[in-house]
């Protein structure tokens, strides 16, 4: 399973109208929600920030990742979106966050939501797919830097 | 050579429910020993608290989950097999999954190992990265890839 069978262009939102991190988790959840993906929005967007009051999920290099594991979603879904301002996500790094990732899953599906979450870390790690993230352009672009990310044999390490 | 023991890899997902149905067919067919495998992420669990992604309760909270999802998973699966008339032995491990799964299918001497489909494979990296295609890779016996669901399903109902 890979982050890009399930991450498509109509989860993505370019450029973030939310300024701050609760707004900013509620602008995707609602997205989410209205691609159907989500069957409770507002348990969905509480789930999320209970597990934000855990610790934040901006885990740095401007990047936030909150997730939860919710009862509201059937199996697997994420949604992404960008900020060109930056939020303020009390990151490790104490610098704004441009790229976010919400995840939700099906609390049944433990295994599966581990190796995602994992595979999102690792490729988040590399400088150059976060430089891509940030400049594309358009949701299908999106979807292609992961996907070549996702099929680059250059990272084998 | 006769196959006396058979070892099979689950993950506690719905489609490891059909491997576990195909070993068990198998196991009947050769009246071999069978021995199901469970093991507990702990790698992925520990990149998670690495990467910050995860906090360590919520990282603790997640290894429990786990090890209970594969304790119910190897319970119904040794129900499984007992209603067909086969031994089930549930081994509960935990650590890298193709590690603890190669390790303990050479321990127990398997003659034959069952492991779910794989995913299709993009690139070096999946090879290398992707769990179910480590094991295959790695195991020390022959190993039987299973498909077709609807087949399985078949066959096990007529066991």
């Known amino acids: 399973m890979k982050i890009s069978d399930y991450l498509k262009k109509e989860f993505c939102i370019m450029d973030l109208k939310a300024t701050n991190k609760e707004a900013a988790i509620r602008e995707i959840a609602c997205l989410l929600s209205d691609r159907g993906k989500v069957k409770d929005k507002e348990r969905f967007i509480q789930d999320i920030l209970e597990r934000e009051s855990l610790g934040s999920t901006g885990i740095g290099h401007k990047i936030a990742i909150p997730h939860s594991r919710t009862d509201v979603i059937d199996g697997f879904a994420i949604g992404f979106g960008r900020s060109r301002a930056g939020i303020d996500f009390k990151a490790l790094d104490d610098d704004k966050v441009n790229l976010i990732f919400l995840m939700g899953a099906d609390p049944q599906e433990l295994n599966l939501y581990l190796r995602l979450l994992a595979e999102l870390s690792k490729l988040l790690m590399e400088n150059a797919f976060r430089r891509e993230l940030l400049s594309v352009s358009t949701a299908e672009e999106v979807v292609e830097v992961i996907k070549k990310f996702e099929g680059a044999g250059a990272t084998i390490k | 050579m006769a196959i006396q023991t058979i070892a099979v890899s689950i993950s506690g997902s719905n489609a490891s429910l059909i491997t576990a149905k195909y070993a068990i067919y198998l196991a009947k067919q050769l009246q071999a020993k069978l021995s199901a495998i469970y093991v507990v992420d702990e790698k992925s669990l520990h990149e998670l608290l690495k990467s910050r992604i995860f906090v360590e309760i919520e990282a603790v909270e997640y290894e429990h989950d786990l090890k209970n999802q594969g304790k119910t998973s190897l319970e119904r699966i040794v129900k499984m097999a007992e209603s067909k008339g086969v031994n089930c032995e549930p081994l509960l491990l ?39 295609e480590r094991i295959f890779r790695e195991s020390p016996c022959p190993v039987v890839v299973v498909k077709n669901p609807l087949e399985v399903e078949r066959l096990y109902k007529v066991l």
């Open chain 2, 94 to 132: 935990e650590g890298v999954i193709h590690e603890e799964v190669v390790n303990k299918t050479k321990e127990l001497a398997a003659d034959l190992l069952v492991i779910g489909d794989l995913k299709e494979v993009l690139s070096a990296r999946e090879v290398f990265y992707d769990e179910g």
